[in-house]
């Protein structure tokens, strides 16, 4: 069976900072994974996905994600953040049917 | 292309009352979910399917049933509300391993 762990259901950073929003799977096959942003009052938008074609995965407005088979992990990460970054981000995972997502890490940008 | 649409947008229920959320795609994808999105609990898979007259249970399936006669359309069957039904529901399809779209989501409340 497969899970995906978001670590923080919170995190605040100053704008211009570096955004890491850590993700953890489990999976006893290789798994495909996925990063979905959720602005406010909207539904979810992808953000970037791994399907071991590279373990560094470039997405839209700017993100980035790198998929360590060793840590089982696949975290989010921006060098510089910016106030329309603010929103709720998902990690999640599919290995068969189903795609399974985390618990969700809200994102603070402060100015 | 419509993508997924979801009817209806917003349904107040009365404990013990059943109804159907109606879910549709037109993008041909074999794979369709139901989730459901409450605060904290991230998105939690209810039942999905793989094809055409092929179900299976999620994370959360208990008091939700599901059929998939068509390709296109996937309906959610509320048996018999309850307060703890009161949620976000977001109906999903993709192709396997590939983005998953989502429709724009209704909101349910239980009284």
Not at chain 1, 62 to 87: C, I, Q, R, V
Request: hydrophobic residues 35%; charged residues 15%.
């Amino acid at each position: 069976a497969q899970s995906v762990t978001q670590l923080g259901s919170h995190v605040s950073v100053s704008e211009g900072a570096l955004v890491l929003l850590r993700c953890n799977y489990s999976s006893s096959v290789p798994p495909y994974l996925f990063w979905y942003v959720q602005y406010p009052n909207q539904g979810l938008q992808l953000l970037l996905k791994y399907t071991s074609a590279a373990t560094l995965v470039k997405g839209i407005n700017g993100f980035e994600a790198e998929f360590k088979k060793s840590e089982t992990s696949f975290h989010l990460t921006k060098p510089s953040a910016h106030m329309s970054d603010a929103a709720e981000y998902f990690c999640a995972v599919t290995t068969t049917g189903k795609l399974i997502f985390g618990q969700g890490t809200t994102l603070q940008v402060k100015p | 292309n419509a993508g997924v649409t979801q009817t209806p947008k917003f349904q107040v229920l009365k404990t013990g009352q059943s109804m159907t959320l109606q879910c549709a795609q037109d993008m041909n994808h074999e794979y369709m979910s139901w989730y459901r999105q409450d605060p904290g609990m991230g998105l939690r898979l209810i039942h999905y399917s793989v094809g055409a007259g092929i179900t299976d249970q999620g994370e959360v399936p208990n008091g939700y049933n599901v059929s998939r006669s068509t390709t296109e359309d996937f309906p959610l069957r509320l048996l018999s509300a309850a307060p703890s039904q009161t949620s976000v529901y977001f109906c999903a399809s993709r192709q396997q391993y590939n983005e998953q779209f989502f429709g724009p989501g209704t909101r349910l409340t239980v009284l």
